[in-house]
């Protein structure tokens, strides 16, 4: 299973500054959406001028012109851009053929998606890479969350997927045991205070 840091902070310089300390121990970079927003297109080029050997994953959470926004991700230097589930289909397949002509690849974001199985299935069969299976930080925050129903939806799906949504050290192992090829990881590693020594430990977590 790979390891992705989702890199949830405001300021370019910030984020290459988690990056390099997590970066031996991770698979993925991930510009979170505040990151983009807050710094725009400049902030995947100096992420991926760092870090050439990584697969830099920019996320758009795209809802709509999804050719468009994919074209200017990727060019600017992801490799893999998210598309919201939500979106229309064609928004979904227009990011996908931005990425075939690019050789890169699209994430489709289940965040907020009620049938996350049945959405899962018709968006790799749109040509998604894989799905996230996503609870967002509004949605953790409420009472009773609970991060085995994402895995649940995970496994149920039969598509290859990855899970977010507050994944730590206590819960990584479970991530792996459900299939997932991917574990998003953000708070539990920007917030450690040794952000090296978290990743490493979850690393080791997952083998
Ligand atoms: O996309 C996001 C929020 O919309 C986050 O990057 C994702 O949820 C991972 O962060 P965390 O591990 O803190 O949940």
Do not use: W
């Not at 121990?25 to 870090?51: C, F, Q, Y």
């Not at 953000?186 to 952000?195: I, K, R, W």
């Amino acid at each position: 299973m790979k390891l992705q840091f989702a890199i949830d902070t405001l300021s370019t310089e910030k984020a290459l500054e988690l990056a390099a300390a997590a970066a031996a121990h991770v698979d993925i970079l991930e510009l979170g959406t505040p990151l983009i927003k807050s710094e725009g297109r400049s902030a995947i080029t100096a992420l991926k001028n760092a870090h050439p050997d990584k697969v830099i994953f920019a996320d758009l959470k795209t809802m709509d012109a999804g050719e468009l926004e994919a074209d200017l991700a990727f060019d600017a230097g992801a490799d893999l851009v998210t598309v919201l589930g939500s979106a229309d289909d064609s928004t979904i397949a227009g990011a996908v053929k931005s990425a075939a002509a690019r050789g890169k690849g699209v994430v489709v974001d289940l965040i907020g998606v009620a049938d996350k199985v049945a959405r899962a299935k018709e968006v790799v069969a749109l040509g998604a890479e894989f799905v996230e299976v996503h609870a967002g930080l509004d949605e953790q925050a409420q009472a009773g969350y609970s991060l085995d129903t994402l895995l649940r939806a995970g496994e149920a799906a039969g598509v290859p997927f990855s899970i977010a949504g507050g994944v730590n050290l206590g819960t990584i192992g479970a991530v792996r045991d459900a299939g997932a090829e991917v574990a998003v990881v953000g708070g539990a590693l920007y917030g450690a205070p040794d952000v090296a020594a978290a990743a490493a430990e979850l690393r080791a977590a997952i083998g």
